[in-house]
């Protein structure tokens, strides 16, 4: 008996709704294994990980505050990669978002205007995408490979953010700290239950996911994507303004991310601080392929990958492991699923040693 | 600028651009063979991490050494099997190793955050260290940098001057002719992303034991994705990489220029100096496409299914 790996005549739809479950279970698997090499209880540590931070309601209002950031960078990536546009900027394209955001909250410190918080919340969607313009002119027009680019913001984007709370935007009141005043309420996202944390931003990432998939499967722009992804030569030769698209969807993500950012800031946080983002706008990316690049897909994925955050806490806090631990589980998750996805192109079949030749042969 | 000041920036522009050097020599070397291997970062902080981790535990330096460029390979293998193996998307398995791997030097590293190290010390060549201006720089540095100039006429007479580099761009430029000749493109992209593992290993753990001898979480700094921009700005030639990364140095030591010149700016601002240099030189080489087409190795970035 041996392996053998056939091609399968064509992709395989069962598989590639299988495999992103497929990846965790062996996620999950590496993680109980994980538990064990460190002289942990390999069921406890996942129990602790993965279902004890969302067991009460607390919990699972944490978990809405956490995915919040992640789906709206998530679905902005996903509208990207559907176009194979390769946009690895939503952390800087958040931190941006962030940082502007935060700017202009901190000129309405004294207000109890109604229009302050709408008006944050649009300025933080436009830094975002403003950074996102940057990679997509100069994708466009120089012909530059936007991962590159799009990275090298994210770095100049966290140094702009460090420059802003040890400088201009550091409370003076503040004991010398690196942080921004706290926000007046007037700029504050509303929570939408008294005494928990979520608020106003989980709603408006439903919503943007919501829009993201009317505009891709229900608009022409979103069949123009969906065809510069799948094959850019028929794009071309069907007339589709290439670059237009290309502009479009990086903008669409900048403001998503940008979105995400301000309301962090306005949201959980009140005050502009270093560490506004733990990496959600890198998480994004393993959600966009955890989710297939498909809104539903993409929502129970950011709830996965918020767990994750809460899980690698939780951890730390009861089991006094390394936070780091939830990079781990990420990073481990993605492989997965880039392995598991090799069964979409290719079946796996045992194959008798004598009738290998035969079985070839056909 | 006095004689000293310019000595000592070239003595800094020298030692920083050695990793850049390092994983650049060793991405290009992939490259040529037709893979893109994005995952640099990734095994450079796990070369970091496992040289810092090991020679603070041995208490030997060139256990460190040998540690990061072993986890280096490591971290490559994987990358081999989903790109290779499996035919998977080389930007996305790039992509993953380099979050893989932040993840798993975070984790591991974890015990050894703050921990203090006596790094690697420089070997001063006498008389030679002496010359004016170029003396310090490339003579009185540590013995890292010196394998990095070794490792540079290596990777040079390879690539030009020897067989196994003729067959390493023949693979690259078409994998098709090369299977017909005879040759393995599997063995061949193996070994080349084999030996950019172990480059981006030993610049991780350049860092970590020489550079700046402690552990931090993302203490490359995007160092590895700037090395695949020198490529670029490279147009995948060997003496370019050298050129770029001490070029990429100087953006990276501006602050001691700066102080020399007596200017007081923002350490937070000045630190975005290398990305923006990094973004400049995209622009400028990348604008004329012909000129990527040219030198670009015709199949980088493409799977390559053997029973086509």
Redesign the interface.
Known sequence: MSLSLQ?RAQESRLMAYCSPLLALLLTLVTGALLFWVQGREPLQGLYTFFVLPVSDLYGLSELGVKAAPILLCATGLALCYRANV?N?GAEGQLLMGALIGSALALQWLGSESGWALPLVLVTGSLAGMAWAAIPAV?KN?????E???T???N??AL??L??AV??PLKDPGGFNFPESALFSDSTLLPVLMEGYRLHLGALLALLAVVVAWVILSRTFVGFQIRVLGLDSSAAHYAGFREKKLVMMVLLFSGAMAGLAGVSEVTGPIGQLVPTVSPGYG?SA??VA?LGRLHPVGIFLASLLMALVYMGSEMGQIEMGL???????????L??FL??C??LI?YRVRWVRAGRDAAASEA | MDIDLITNILFAMVRTGTPLLLVALGELVCEKSGVLN?GQEGMMLMGAMAGFGVAFTTGNLWFGVAAGIFVGMLMSL?FG??ALN????Q???G??LT??????S??M???FVGKPLSGMEAWVIPVLSDLPLIGKALFAQDPLVYLSFILFGAVFLVIYHSRPGLILKAVGESPESAVAVGLSVMRVRYLAVLFGGAMAGLAGAYLSLAYTPLWS?NMT??RG??A??LV?FASWRVGRVLLGAYLFGAASIMHLVMQGLGVSV?S??L??LP??A??LV??LL????AR?KLFAPMSLGKPFHK?Q
């Open positions: 091609r390769w690895i100069l027009h120089f012909n530059t490979n991962i590159l680019t990275i090298m913001l770095y100049i140094n702009l460090l420059f040890h400088g890198y990316i393993i392929f390394p936070l780091a631990l939830g990079g781990l589980f990420q990073g481990v993605l492989f880039l392995a996805d090799f192109l | 994005l994987l099997f989903l499996l035919n998977a998307n930007v996305a398995s992509l993953a979050i893989f791997g932040a993840g798993l975070a984790f590293g974890s015990g979480d700094a995007g994705w700037i695949l921009a670029v923002s937070n601002l630190a975005t990305y923006l990094t973004i995209l622009v990348s604008s004329n496409q990527i029973t």
